[in-house]
């Protein structure tokens, strides 16, 4: 009876404590934010994909995952529903999925890759300090040593991209695999009372 009170009562904690996780849940930046980044470019937002909220239309016509990635890159087209509900749940959750993809060799590869919405943190970067959400992304190709890991850190108060880190352990990268921090956020201009 005891130890039934007392596994009750563990069970009830932890319900408790998963409960009280912190959610956060993704929206793109509000039209008219603008991150300036490291590497030259600047990546205006011009509103979210009436289609997918986690697709922001930018500048140039273009659309990206979060600011950052292509819609119909293989992540994103295999694990979509994954990456849903990964940014829509608590701290500490994770993905795992698995793709088959063509390699620079042209034969198939089985891809694996895991997701973790690994924290609230403060991230300093020359545009500032932001308190960010920081999301982890592993890739792993299966049966050779071709791994990676990219970072994210998204600004809390408005969503926009200020950091990306990837740390591999190959010299050969994709063209979205590269290191940058926002030198500069801005955010379009309140309007004013009554208009």
Request: net charge positive; proline share 7%; hydrophobic share 40%.
């Amino acid at each position: 009876m005891i130890r039934a009170m007392t596994f009750a009562a563990v069970m009830l904690a932890s319900g408790v404590a998963s409960a009280q996780a912190p959610v956060w849940r993704f929206s793109c930046p509000e039209p008219g934010t603008a991150v300036e980044r490291s590497t030259g470019d600047t990546i205006t937002f011009r509103g979210a994909d009436a289609n997918d909220p986690l697709v922001c239309l930018v500048g140039g016509g273009q659309r990206l995952v979060l600011g950052i990635w292509a819609p119909s890159e293989r992540q994103y087209v295999n694990g979509r529903a994954h990456l849903t509900s990964l940014l829509s749940g608590p701290v500490g959750g994770e993905r795992r999925f698995d793709y088959f993809s063509v390699g620079r060799d042209s034969n198939s590869t089985h891809v694996f890759e895991t997701w973790r919405l690994a924290s609230f943190e403060p991230i300093r970067v020359p545009a500032g300090t932001f308190n960010a959400v920081k999301l982890e992304r592993r890739f792993d190709i299966a049966g050779s040593t071709y791994t990676y890991l990219q970072t994210v850190w998204l600004d809390r108060a408005t969503n926009a991209p200020v950091k990306v880190s990837v740390d591999h352990l190959n010299a050969v990268m994709a063209p979205t695999l590269i290191n940058w921090s926002a030198t500069e956020l801005r955010q379009p201009s309140p309007r004013p009372p009554g208009s």
